[in-house]
């Protein structure tokens, strides 16, 4: 099969039929109240579709779905093995679409359909099968005890779980929490950002033709204000897991208090640090691993490595392989497959880089590349790739998430102050460090305060380790068994033995 070229993404893009509705029980359905808002395409400007637009009302009516289904045991009481088969029924699924969803990605959120189709849509099905598959190779326990007792340590599912997630990688962080809280037996409500609704919405769809049981699945796109709020504050939900920005993390604990002390598990921002010292292995290569950790997704990644600390006696030789490796990352039509760079998310997000931009230049950083707004002609919100040399790490733009392709430069003289560098923010999701010296490695990884730590690379990871932050990049962990920890409660029995 030959790979679908520009012309055919396009002509697949305007016969493409898109479902904006809310899905509730198994059924598409109109919001309660009748709202809806536009899905406008950041690649041009166009309608995509009409969204329904949730409130309170479908919230309440959600939940009730939710936690019958819950009680009822169609899904929560399914043996393990046969809840593993729907689970990878689901994942083949989405596979077979994957086409059909990359487009509806790339449509929605801008990002070059190479990286939907090759990035977002494995990741995708990856996250479902996998934990579809580990379901029934986890064993509970029994714990030592005295010879009179019997303790068992067993897990349960917590129950109704709602997941509130981002626009950046729309159906892959929806599949980080949808993989573990589905497999554990839960029953979920998937809120997606109202800036990237369409792929939660059509799969949906594709659960209950995979086999999931209507009503165990359901997806409610809508605001954050309104619907999302309502589901946080509800008080019948027992858990809700969230990925996006740390000031709408903070809400959700604040929810949490105000209502039931629901679980609340925090998947937040960054400002990762990529640390290049003069022992780097190969400045070539991390040079372009720089460029790419700004670069890729437009920078709208929480692990962009947007602060680039690097050894002041390299800093000459090194930033310009930095720049070079950068012109390689030109903004083009997402749905380009030669395009390594699409849009930004909306007008807001371009506005908002564009004023980082701004503050970089008002705090005397030095623009060395890029810096402006790109191909306005085709009603599209793209940027070219920026770099500033001289940041300070106190400037904002070195302190803010910006979460678009936007880098500071900081130079350092030792050791132990590119490590008092890169902790000091608030964040703490992800750092990479490049040098020969395995004990420099060694120890620079255990000072780093972040989740993930990368030596002579940037950004590798899959389903079997851990994702997550320290500080205010969140709590818990996305990935691994350690991920299903969110989603079932742990329970002790403790049987008298006569
Ligand atoms: P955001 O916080 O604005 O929105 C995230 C979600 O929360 C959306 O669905 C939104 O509708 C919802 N929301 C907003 N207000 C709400 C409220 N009051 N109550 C309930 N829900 C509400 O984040 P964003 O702009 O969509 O995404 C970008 C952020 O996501 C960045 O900060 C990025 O670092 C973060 N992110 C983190 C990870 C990670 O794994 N740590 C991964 C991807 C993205």
């Known amino acids: 099969m ?106 929605d959120m801008g990002k070059p359909i190479s990286d939907s189709l090759n990035i977002d849509l494995p990741g995708t099905v990856d996250a479902l099968s996998w934990s579809g598959e580990a379901i029934d190779k986890v064993y509970d326990e029994v714990a030592p005890t005295s010879e009179d007792q019997l303790g068992l340590v067993t897990r349960e599912p917590v129950g109704v779980v709602v997941a509130i997630v981002p626009w950046n990688f729309p159906l892959m962080m929806a599949a980080w929490k949808l993989g573990p809280s589905l497999a554990t037996g839960n029953s979920v409500i998937l809120k997606p950002s109202e800036r990237s609704p369409l792929t939660a919405i059509r799969i949906a769809q594709l659960a209950v033709e995979a086999g999931i049981p209507r009503g165990v699945l359901n997806v409610l796109p809508g605001y954050g204000h309104t619907v999302g709020k309502a589901l946080a504050l509800h008080m019948d939900v027992d858990t809700v897991v969230f990925t996006g920005s740390t000031r709408i993390a903070k809400q959700l604990l604040a929810y949490s208090g105000e209502s039931n002390m629901k679980r609340i598990w925090l998947e937040a921002g960054g400002k990762s640090p990529n640390i ?129 392709p936007v880098l500071s430069v900081i130079a350092f003289d030792t050791v132990e102050e590119a490590i008092e560098i890169a902790n000091d923010t608030p964040y703490g999701l992800a750092a990479a460090l490049w040098t ?19 030596v002579n690379q940037y950004d590798a990871g899959d389903m079997t380790a851990p994702f997550g932050g320290f500080k205010q990049s969140g709590n818990g962990r996305d990935k691994s068994l350690h991920a299903f920890d969110k989603y079932t409660e742990l329970k002790s029995t403790w049987i008298k033995l006569q």
């Not at 990644?301 to 390299?314: H, K, M």
């Not at 191909?375 to 770099?387: A, K, N, R, S, V």
């Not at 255990?446 to 990368?454: M, Y």
Request: charged letters at 25%.
């Open 2 to 107: 030959t790979a679908p070229t520009l012309s055919t993404w396009e002509n697949r893009a305007k016969t493409l039929k898109i479902e904006g509705r809310a899905f509730i029980d198994g059924k598409y359905t109109a919001a309660i109240e009748g709202q809806t808002f536009d899905c406008l395409s950041p690649i041009d400007g166009r309608l995509l579709a009409k969204i329904a637009s949730c409130t309170d009302a479908d919230a309440n009516r959600a939940v009730e779905v939710a936690r019958t289904t819950f009680e009822s045991g169609v899904w929560s009481r399914m043996p393990p093995g046969e809840r593993k088969k729907v689970m990878i029924a689901f994942a083949d699924l989405l596979n077979r679409h994957a086409e059909e969803l990359a487009l509806l990605e790339t449509l």
């Open 436 to 454: 020969s010296n395995i004990t420099k490695a060694h120890k620079t990884a255990r000072a780093l305060r972040a989740g993930s730590v990368w």
């Open 276 to 404: 290049v010292f003069a022992d780097a292995p190969d400045l070539q290569a991390a040079a372009e691993a720089a460029a790419w950790a700004i670069a890729f997704n437009q920078g709208e990644v929480c692990t962009a490595g947007s602060r680039l600390l690097v050894e002041r006696s390299i800093k000459e030789k090194f930033l310009p392989l930095v720049i070079e490796a950068l012109k390689a990352w030109k903004p083009g039509n997402p749905l380009d497959p030669d395009t390594n760079i699409g849009a930004l998310v909306d007008a807001q997000q371009l506005n908002n880089v564009l004023s980082y931009i701004e503050s970089g230049h008002a705090e005397g950083a030095k623009l060395v590349v890029g810096g402006k707004r790109t191909l306005q002609e085709t009603g599209g919100t793209y940027i070219e790739p920026t770099i500033f040399d001289g940041v300070n790490n106190a400037m904002k733009i070195a302190q803010e998430e910006i979460f678009g």
